[in-house]
Each structure stands twice: as structure tokens, then as C-alpha cells.
């Protein structure tokens, strides 16, 4: 406002009054004019400063009043805006104070703006004073105003908080059952090693008793061929496969070869140094687990020496590749995809075999999550299960 007002004052005019400040003709077109200003601004004062120079208090030259008899100010009085609150006066930029409390006034704010002549040179500056309690009201209004806007964001953040618990909460659910299922995944393999040692052991026990049966009966040549043939079972102990470069896919492939000897089974893998990382081991372990358990069931209906397992765990550089291969009866193809159902279950022609469907459908619920594929062979006493992963 008060650049506004400084650009409508006459700058000849008001140059000619400060020359000879007195209540000239030019004196009293600007005092009108400021006037004027005042009424429409609703300003407690507008008026014209003069600065000395920077120690010195500003003096009023012309304020914004009523043409009457009244004594309103003099010309020249010192202004009561602080010293401390005007410094940018002097370096001819516009001021601000802070709330001013004047026991005659009451409390208000000054702003100014230098006023400049045609040639650009600063004769003075204008000044506003408005009561703080204007700037109440005004405040007052705009929060008025803007209550529906805050109302609306209040609830917004409530919104927001509540949408916040509710993720946190389904989030600690599903963590909780993530925790549970690997839990489960891992007593489950556990077990089965706890089984396979009870069985390695439980044959340990039988073999010495051969031996020593053996011995006692003087056949040392039988004694000896019977241990060469323990040593050779031995190697085969020995020789578990351990270099994959995943921790979780070693053991698993561990506990899976001495689950497949126990059955009598030749089980071969084959694990490329791809670490595995883009898949999380639990699920990486539950893919495996269920096919290879899968593969056991099938594969012990089948005579001692044609029990075959083979498998394969590598990438191609778009994605990981895992095959389960193995011998057993041929699923028909009628009930290649019945086989994912939850609980699913056929019959063998010489006896009862039970397909792992729960087994099933957890690998392909996994798959899908990674979007990945999953198929299924089977024929010529072979089937064959590839599970596709991308790698990103």
C-alpha cells in the first residue's frame, strides 16, 4: 500500500515544499492526497518522513489529515518509530517494523518505501501505520476462512494415521506368518534329517552285528568283502553335495540326498554358483522341498534299482532355472494341472499313491508371486517338473 501511495504523490511538488517546509499551496494538495489514501486504506496514519541521518530520529513532514482548524501534528516533529526498526531507511530500501506500543496511538506496525523524484533520486519516504488489532481482525478472518480447508486436513491426516496402522498391522500379521511358515518349512526338513540319522545309525547297528557275526563264525574273507562293501556306502555319505554358493540351498540339498539314500534312491544334483539372491531362501527352499519330497513318493514305487532323481538349480542370465526329474509313474495328462489343487489325490494301479497337492500348490502360489512360471512332463516313466523364476 504504501508503494502505491508513494507513486501518486507529486514529487515536484512535494521537492518544492521541502525546500521551504511550510503550510504552502503544495503543502496542502499532498496533506489532502494522504488523506485521501488514509480513508481508503484504513490506515491509522499515512504521512512523509525526512531522515538526517542515521543517529537521528525521523521527522514528519507531511501526514494525511483533515483540512480544519485542528493541531494535529507540526511539521518537522520527531516520529516515534524506533531507530532499530528503520535501518533500511538509510540504505534507501523499504522498512517493517515490529508492533510498536505508543501510549498515545495505542499498538501498531509502520511500513515505508522511499519516494523518489524523476530523476531517481530519494526526497523522503512514505509510511504507513495499521493497528494490530486490524491485522487481529484480519487474521481472525483468514483463520475463519480457512477452517473448512484445516477440517478437511485434519481429517486427511487421521485418514492417513489410520491407513498408517492399518499397513503397520497387516504388515506384523503377515510378517508373523511369513515367521510361521518358515518355522514349519524348516522342523518339517529338520525332522526329516533327525529320521535319516536315526536311519544311518539303526543300519550302522545292523552292520556291525553281520560283522561280528561274521567273525565269530570264522569267516574273515565275507567279514572283509562286507566292510569294503560299508566303505563304499560310506563314500557315498561322504560325498553329499556342499559347494552351492546358497547356504540354504547346501543344506537342503544335503538333507534331501540323505533322505533319497535312505529310500534307496540315486539322487544326482546339479547347482550352478548362481547365489540365488533374488529369491528369499525360505522360498527358495519350500520350491525345492515339495518337489523333491514329490519325487521321493513317486519314485519308491518303483523297484530298488530303477529309483532315480535328478536335480537341476542354475540360471540363464534372464532367469533361474529349477528341473526335478524323476523316474516313477507317468501322471496323465488329464490331471496335470488337478495336481496343484489343495488336497488333490490319485491311485496307482498296484498301489495307493498320494500326490502332494498341498505340496503343489504352495510351489505354485510361490511362482506366481515372483511371477514365474511352472510345467509339468510326464511320460515314459519319467516326470519332470521346471520352475521358471525372472531374475529381476
Request: net charge neutral; aromatic share 8%.
Amino acid at each position: 500500500m504504501a508503494a502505491s501511495i508513494a507513486k501518486t504523490i507529486d514529487t515536484d511538488a512535494y521537492e518544492r515544499f521541502l525546500k521551504k517546509p511550510e503550510r504552502t499551496k503544495d503543502y496542502w494538495k499532498i496533506r489532502q492526497s494522504l488523506y485521501e489514501a488514509q480513508k481508503h486504506t484504513a490506515a491509522l496514519h499515512v504521512y512523509t518522513l525526512s531522515f538526517q541521518d542515521a543517529k537521528s530520529r525521523p521527522k514528519v513532514m507531511i501526514a494525511g489529515f483533515p483540512k480544519d482548524n485542528q493541531n494535529y501534528y507540526t511539521i518537522g516533529m520527531d516520529c516515534l518509530v524506533p531507530l532499530d526498526q528503520i535501518q533500511q531507511a538509510f540504505t534507501n530500501k523499504p522498512y517493517v517494523t515490529g508492533k510498536i506500543k505508543d501510549p498515545h496511538y495505542g499498538e501498531y506496525i509502520s511500513a515505508g518505501v522511499p519516494i523518489q523524484n524523476k530523476q531517481g533520486e530519494t526526497i523522503g519516504f512514505l509510511s504507513i501505520d495499521i493497528e494490530t488489532t486490524t491485522l487481529e481482525r484480519i487474521g481472525a478472518t483468514v483463520i475463519e476462512n480457512s477452517m473448512p480447508s484445516f477440517f478437511i486436513s485434519g481429517l486427511l491426516v487421521i485418514l492417513l494415521l489410520m491407513i498408517f496402522f492399518i499397513i503397520q498391522k497387516w504388515y506384523k500379521r503377515e510378517l508373523m506368518n511369513q515367521i510361521g511358515e518358515t518355522e514349519e518349512t524348516y522342523h518339517v526338513e529338520i525332522h526329516s534329517l533327525v529320521q535319516s540319522v536315526r536311519s544311518l545309525r539303526h543300519d550302522f547297528a545292523n552292520h556291525i552285528q553281520v560283522l561280528n557275526g561274521l567273525l565269530k563264525l570264522g569267516k574273515q574273507q565275507e567279514a572283509l568283502d562286507y566292510s569294503n562293501l560299508m566303505r563304499e556306502e560310506a563314500k557315498v555319505i561322504y560325498q553329499l553335495p556342499s559347494n552351492a554358493k546358497n547356504p540354504a540351498l547346501s543344506v537342503l540339498s544335503q538333507i534331501k540326498t540323505l533322505k533319497a539314500q535312505n529310500h534307496n534312491i540315486d539322487i544326482q544334483f546339479h547347482i550352478s554358483n548362481s547365489s540365488f539372491d533374488s529369491i528369499q531362501s525360505i522360498d527358495l527352499v519350500k520350491i525345492l522341498s515339495n518337489l523333491i519330497d514329490n519325487a521321493i513318493d513317486a519314485t519308491c514305487e518303483l523297484p530298488h534299482d530303477q529309483r532315480k532323481i535328478d536335480v537341476y538349480c542354475g540360471d540363464n542370465n534372464v532367469e533361474y532355472l529349477l528341473h526335478v526329474t524323476n523316474t516313477g509313474p507317468v501322471i496323465p495328462a488329464e490331471e496335470k494341472e488337478k495336481i496343484f489343487i489343495p488336497g488333490y489325490s490319485t491311485k496307482s494301479k498296484n498301489a495307493e499313491r498320494k500326490i502332494r497337492g498341498q505340496g503343489l500348490y504352495i510351489v505354485k502360489k510361490i511362482v506366481e508371486t515372483y511371477h514365474g512360471e511352472i510345467h509339468v512332463e510326464s511320460l515314459d516313466g519319467k516326470t519332470y517338473f521346471e520352475v521358471k523364476l525372472p531374475l529381476k
